[in-house]
């Protein structure tokens, strides 16, 4: 099999290099937006390339600062940090409006990128969507001991349940995580909002989902729960869902604002 060409690379003056594939279609495009130590090389993003291409519509995916073949180091990433990537990839790289597909921590980016540009965004997708992960399912699970190290040397090393190796946390991640908290109020979007969710989820509590739900205004918002699924959401029926649930969202915001353009 023939290897792909190398990710183009989007630099920027006294930024890390950001190093992204895009697939020019119609629009609304898609930007699927990775999770917490994820790359672009992972399951959803690559099926929902692929779809994309059977379907003829614009995609991009990307790593993170110091995520996969980005520029940076991993442990000087915050959130603010990795919503300017995001930002980056959305003003620079992809054309028209687009549909963000979130996963996990990307759930907390796509709410933060919306915010920042609702005129570009169109509609969401959340997959085990972690907004205020930082501080509800890291700092607030630690115990006394966990955090005395963190605060003292700066760092913790958690393990990680999926047989990969532990990851690192920073105590800048959870101080400055702290800026960008959005589940204490409402969150002022008003796109529609599909979340997907597992409800044997052992990362991300099935319920912040129905948080989510409830603190976005938009009165557009679907929460489709999965009850035998797990935080990745990789089985073969759970990507089906997630291509159909995009499809479902690209044909709402198609439909509310006609017009798609190749």
């Not at 101080?175 to 589940?183: A, K, N, P, W």
Request: charged share 25%; hydrophobic share 40%.
């Amino acid at each position: 099999m023939q290897e792909p060409p190398p990710p183009s690379l989007l630099r920027r003056a006294g930024r890390d290099t950001i190093a992204y594939r895009r697939v020019d279609g119609k629009t609304p495009g898609v930007i699927f937006l990775g999770g917490f130590m994820s790359d672009m090389t992972g399951t959803k993003a690559s099926t929902l390339e692929a779809h994309c291409r059977r379907t003829g519509r614009a995609f991009v995916r990307f790593d993170y600062s110091g995520h996969g073949v980005s520029g940076g180091a991993f442990e000087d990433g915050t959130i603010g940090r990795w919503r300017d990537d995001a930002l980056a990839v959305l003003d620079r790289i992809a054309r028209g409006p687009q549909v963000l597909v979130g996963s996990s921590m990307g759930g907390w980016i796509m709410l933060l990128a919306a915010l920042a540009r609702p005129e570009r965004v169109a509609g969401l997708v959340g997959v085990a969507a972690a907004p205020d992960f930082t501080e509800d399912l890291v700092w607030s699970t630690l115990d006394d001991e966990g955090r005395r190290t963190l605060t003292e040397s700066g760092r913790i090393v958690l393990p990680c349940d999926y047989g990969e190796d532990p990851y690192p946390v920073t105590m800048r991640l959870i101080e400055e995580g702290r800026d960008h908290l959005l589940l204490r109020a409402p969150i002022a979007l008003d796109r529609p909002l599909h979340l997907l969710q597992g409800m044997a989820d052992a990362d991300v509590p099935w319920r912040t989902a129905l948080t989510v739900a409830e603190r976005v205004t938009s009165e557009r918002v679907t929460v489709e729960l999965v009850k035998d699924g797990d935080h990745r959401l990789s089985r073969e029926r759970d990507l089906a869902r997630l291509c159909a649930a995009v499809d479902a969202m690209i044909e709402t915001t198609s439909a509310s604002n006609p017009g798609e353009r190749a």
